[in-house]
């Protein structure tokens, strides 16, 4: 039966974040990103992982701690303090392995990168892949990837230092303080696979439900602090002797942001809920695409209203709005592009409906 109180986050959830929200914060995001931007490298991967962030979300026979709802939770924290530390990409690697099948504790020992590309797996288990952009690439210890073939797809696992893995240039990024570089995998030879899982094409959106939840917790968060620091704006910037928040114009703005995160946060902790009983079904991966596909709308809406808010400082590289403006568009197709996650859901309710 479901526990629908869970859509509400009990007092031990709610500590989890508030925990998380201090040791976060502590991280600087901004100024991470900042330096990023100036060609410096993420760090931060030694306070999430003494803090046991990469543990929350895990089944406990994996030595996992936590519930579903604890990660998505946590995530929105990351994503409100603009973190720079590869946790996305580790929870989204982890959460895919567990999904399916091929996940090892030992895994979360260092920070995994995380990339869907086209390619194939022969019958040794050699990996072959012309291009994969791996989120949280360096510094990784661990690729986990998609591969999508022409008829089935894998999960796979490989060693990034393994021969036969080349990095082959650099994405021009939004955000540099999320690294999407770019690795060749294999030649004739191809790359041995530290673990890897066959699966019909069919199955790849039940398999990324776990992702997705994530992907929209890390959205929701950098829409939730995009608005914040909007709001704190508008209540200390004057024009014609007032707070430009009494504005009406300005009110209704806010109003229709604050509506739309409440949304996207509901549907989020929707999907957690949906994800309680592994494996996920068609109503979990349905929920968790709509989930991911409104919270990227959102991240993109709220901090394009943030700079909009800002006026001519919203342009200039003092400015935070740039960062969650940055960090929302570079995240929000992570997993795909909105329209293709709602028609996928829509696919999936009709099958459903039948």
């Not at 502590?26 to 410096?40: N, T």
């Not at 895990?58 to 303090?81: K, N, S, T, Y």
């Not at 959460?95 to 995380?114: I, K, L, M, N, Y």
């Not at 929302?328 to 795909?336: E, I, K, S, V």
Request: with cysteine; charged share 20%.
């Amino acid at each position: 039966m479901t526990d629908w109180q869970l859509l509400a986050p009990d007092e031990d959830t709610l500590a989890l974040a508030d925990t998380a929200r201090a040791q976060f914060r502590s991280l600087h995001g901004p100024a991470a990103m900042r330096a990023a931007l100036d060609g410096g490298v993420p760090d931060g991967w030694k306070t999430v992982a003494d803090g046991g962030y990469a543990d929350i979300g895990i089944p406990e026979d994996l030595g996992g701690i936590g519930r579903v709802i604890d990660l998505v939770v946590m995530l929105e924290e990351a994503g409100r303090a603009l973190l720079t530390a590869p946790l996305l990409a580790s929870a989204l690697a982890f959460r895919t392995q567990v999904a399916a099948g091929v996940h090892r504790e030992d895994f979360r020992r260092a920070p995994a990168g995380f990339g869907i590309a086209e390619g194939v797996v022969d019958g040794d288990g050699r990996c072959h892949v012309e291009r994969a952009h791996v989120l949280g690439g360096p510094g990784a210890a661990a690729f986990t990837l998609i591969v999508k073939g022409p008829d089935r797809a894998w999960v796979v696992v490989v060693d990034p230092e393994a021969e036969g893995v080349e990095p082959v240039g650099q994405a021009t990024l939004i955000d540099p303080s999320r690294p999407l570089p770019a690795f060749r995998l294999g030649g004739e030879a191809g790359v041995a696979c530290a673990e890897c899982r066959e699966l019909p094409l069919g199955d790849l959106d039940r398999v990324l439900a776990g992702a997705r939840a994530c992907v929209a917790a890390d959205l929701v968060g950098t829409a939730a602090g995009a608005l914040d620091a909007a709001v704190g704006h508008v209540l200390q910037r004057r024009q014609f002797g007032r707070a430009i928040g009494t504005f009406q114009a300005v009110k209704h703005q806010l109003a229709d942001a604050y509506t739309a995160v409440e949304r996207a946060r509901s549907l989020a902790y929707g999907a957690a809920l949906s994800l309680a009983g592994e494996p996920p079904g068609d109503a979990a991966t349905r929920d968790c695409l709509l989930a991911n596909a409104v919270a990227a709308e959102t991240a993109v809406r709220v901090a394009s209203l943030f700079t909009q808010l800002m006026g001519a400082m919203g342009v200039t590289f003092e400015a935070d709005c740039h960062l969650f403006l940055r960090r929302a568009h570079q995240t929000a197709c992570l997993l795909g592009e909105p329209d293709d996650l709602y028609l996928a859901a829509a696919r999936i309710e009709r099958r459903i409906s039948r």
